[in-house]
């Protein structure tokens, strides 16, 4: 049976992103008007997709939330995956328009005003956003919701440039060169550029049906042999991810003398038993007799037929 989390706790964590986004993006901004700085600049512009990033998640948890209905028999989960995508593309984009400022901050270099109170205001902002990245990497895992994780990754981006930015200014400020800015700048957004393009890989996985991970996989088959007693064994055992469901089917091997009942009930204790290893679970088992056993492959349960009186 397919089990839903709690989808206000994940609302309450997407509806927290936005308004620590618009905090940020407000503070960011605040230190470049005070600075001049290019390197500030970017990161407030970087800020900008934070707040479009958070509003994505929001609306990506609220619809995978929704349950099956007459068009949707397997749920929305995968709005999670398609919010992920979208997320990647922004990072993306703030990267190549991170660049473009850098280069032309490079061709014509200009001094930074008031960079002690530009770079507390911009480290303030920076611990805040830290802190929620935590939040949501911590939450967002247990919850199993790609669109948190997603925005806890573009978050980690966000903290990462703000780090490169203020080693940047503070290097312009003690240094004189103020060519470090720029520079400094342009590296950052070559490593956010790296980490937007891994997270539209992974959800594109998602989006093409990717199978569990092995350990998950090998999680699954251990569960199956320790509690299918009185089956013979299970095979073509297989696995999609879709958001944070995991779909498992594989076909349960028994003795052709077992009725229908008791077949049922080992089926049931299966199910039972992956719901508490791979939280999420949903699981279809196709009941076959004896003559369909496959050896080779096939997760073995017991290597003799058992007696089954009938009932």
């Known amino acids: ?13 997407a509806i927290g992103s936005i308004v620590v986004a618009f905090v940020v993006l407000a503070l960011k901004y605040l230190a470049y008007l005070m600075t001049g700085s290019v390197a500030l600049y970017s990161d407030a512009l970087e800020s900008i997709v934070n707040v479009a990033t958070a509003v994505t998640a929001f609306i990506a948890v609220r619809m995978s939330a929704i349950p099956p209905d007459s068009n949707h028999h397997f749920g929305h989960t995968k709005a999670e995956y398609v919010s992920a995508v979208a997320e990647g593309v922004l990072i993306v984009l703030a990267a190549f328009s991170i660049l473009r400022h850098a280069y032309f901050a490079f061709l014509d270099p ?11 205001i911009n480290a303030g902002a920076s611990v805040l956003n830290a802190g929620w990245c935590l939040v949501l990497f911590r939450r967002g895992g247990r919850l199993r919701s790609e669109a948190l994780v997603a925005d806890a990754k573009h978050l980690l981006t966000d903290v990462i440039t703000s780090i490169g ?3 940047g200014v503070a290097a312009v400020a003690l240094s004189g060169i103020l060519v470090l800015d720029p520079l400094i700048a342009g590296v950052v957004a070559l490593n956010i550029l790296f980490m937007g393009w891994r997270l539209m890989r992974d959800s594109i996985g998602g989006l093409m049906d990717k199978a569990a991970p092995e350990d ?16 013979i064994e299970a095979h073509d055992v297989r696995s999609r991810l879709a958001g944070r469901v995991t779909f498992i089917e594989f076909h349960l091997v ?7 009942a008791e077949s049922h009930r080992i089926c049931d ?8 290893a791979v939280p999420e679970a949903a699981v279809t088992i196709h009941v076959e007799p004896e003559e ?8 073995p349960i017991v290597t003799e037929l058992p007696k089954h009186p009938r009932r």
């Open 1 to 13: 049976m397919l089990r839903i989390f709690r989808p206000r706790t994940a609302e309450t964590l």
């Open 110 to 120: 200009q001094p930074i005003a008031a960079p002690v109170e530009g770079l507390a």
């Open 165 to 167: 930015v203020l080693i």
């Open 216 to 231: 998950v996989m090998e999680r699954i088959r251990e569960t199956i042999a320790t509690n299918a007693e009185g089956a």
């Open 254 to 260: 028994v003795p052709g003398s077992m009725d229908v």
């Open 269 to 276: 204790r299966i199910e039972a038993a992956l719901g508490e």
């Open 292 to 299: 369909k056993a496959k050896h080779h492959g096939g997760v």
